[in-house]
């Protein structure tokens, strides 16, 4: 084994600031001349003298607020009427017949909504909307939801 073949033990520490003019960092201690960055803290969302960054924006509450998103992802009755009878209906299958997003499906789930003809009885293993519940029950199908 060479000695440039050895593994790294410990990262190199920084330079050490303010330690004399011999040391490449001293007197200012690479701050620049005066001011307030050079004199202490400056609080992160700082411009200087006006409104904070975060204070300028829109004031939104809760997580994700770039868009309001519902809980469930929303499916209408009458897409499972492309399955022949006596399907069993879940979220794997839905996915399958590419009927939702799987990232979608995976982290909101899916829920059965809206009032149409479904002429097909179909088992459904999936949360569903009272109306939606009625349509597929009227179609002579079994709701077994979550």
Do not use: C, W
């Not at 809980?71 to 017949?97: M, Q």
């Not at 499906?105 to 009625?134: C, E, F, I, Y």
């Amino acid at each position: 084994m060479k000695l440039h073949q050895l593994p790294k033990l410990a990262a190199r520490s920084g330079k050490r600031l303010g330690r004399g003019a011999g040391s490449g960092k001293g007197k200012t201690s690479a701050r620049g001349t005066k001011g307030q960055k050079a004199r202490g803290k400056v609080a992160l969302g700082f411009i200087g003298g006006t409104l904070a960054i975060y204070k300028k924006l829109p004031f939104k509450r809760g997580l994700g607020n770039s868009k309001v998103s519902p809980k469930f992802l929303p499916v209408s009755v009458e897409k499972l009427s492309i399955f022949k009878s006596g399907t069993e209906i879940t979220v794997a299958l839905l996915i399958e017949s590419k009927i939702v997003d799987p990232k979608d499906a995976l982290t909101k789930g899916v829920k059965l909504v809206g009032k149409s003809d479904l002429r097909v009885p179909l088992n459904v293993v999936l949360p569903t909307t009272a109306s939606a519940k009625s349509t597929i029950i009227k179609a002579g199908g079994k709701v077994l939801g979550v």
